[in-house]
C-alpha cells in the first residue's frame, strides 16, 4: 500500500520558513493582510489527510496559538526527548522516536493513506527519503534576509512538477507541485 505524503507550508518570499532562532513573527506580520476567512485551501487539505507528522519545535510552537488548527485528526510529533502533550490533545497527538522509514511502516501498517508532513527537519528528512509526493509551498510577500529553510540539508536535486499556481489579491502566491 503506497502512502501519500504532502508538505503544506508558507515561506518568506526569500524562502525561509522561520527566522534562524525559529520565529515566526513575520508571518504573524503578513498574515494581518490576508482577507479574513482564507485559509489558502488548509482544511480543504486536512479534509484528505489522516495523520499528521511534525517536528517537535514545531508542535511546541503550535500549542502556543489561540486556536488548534489540525482539529482531531491523529498527529505524530517526531522528538527524542520527553514531551508533555496536553490534556486537550490526548488521544490525538503521540510522540515517536522512530527513524523515517520506520515511521512508514508503521503507518502503512496503521492503514495511513495521506500523511502530513510539518516542520523543518521533519520536512527535510522525508524530503531526503523521497517519501514527498506533493508540496503546496504558499509565497508570503516579505523578505527576512536569513532564516531555515525546509530543503536546505538535501544532498540530491529533486525534480518537481508544477500542479498549480493560485494567485490572491493581496499579494501571496500559492504553488503546488508534485514531486517526480
Not at 498527529?75 to 496536553?86: C, D, F, G, Y
Not at 501498517?109 to 517519501?131: A, M, P, R, T
Request: charged residues 20%; contains cysteine.
Amino acid at each position: 500500500m503506497m502512502v501519500k505524503v504532502s508538505v503544506f507550508i508558507g515561506v518568506s518570499l526569500d524562502g525561509f520558513i522561520a527566522r534562524l532562532d525559529g520565529n515566526v513573527d513575520w508571518l504573524n506580520e503578513a498574515n494581518k493582510k490576508v482577507t479574513p476567512g482564507e485559509d489558502f485551501g488548509f482544511n480543504s487539505f486536512l479534509d484528505s489527510v489522516d495523520c499528521i507528522v511534525m517536528g517537535r519545535k514545531t508542535f511546541e510552537q503550535v500549542i502556543t496559538f489561540n486556536e488548534w488548527a489540525y482539529r482531531e485528526i491523529k498527529m505524530i510529533v517526531l522528538t527524542t526527548k520527553n514531551i508533555e502533550i496536553p490534556n486537550s490533545l490526548t488521544g490525538v497527538a503521540s510522540t515517536s522516536n522512530l527513524c523515517t522509514e520506520e515511521l512508514m511502516n508503521q503507518l502503512i501498517d496503521d492503514s495511513i493513506k495521506h500523511v502530513y508532513v510539518d516542520g523543518g527537519l521533519v520536512i527535510q528528512d522525508f524530503l531526503s527519503s523521497g517519501l514527498v509526493n506533493e508540496i503546496t509551498v504558499t509565497i508570503v510577500p516579505i523578505l527576512i534576509g536569513k532564516g531555515k529553510s525546509f530543503s536546505n540539508s538535501l544532498t540530491k536535486d529533486l525534480n518537481l512538477t508544477h500542479l498549480k499556481t493560485t494567485i490572491f489579491n493581496f499579494g501571496f502566491v500559492q504553488n503546488k507541485y508534485k514531486v517526480d
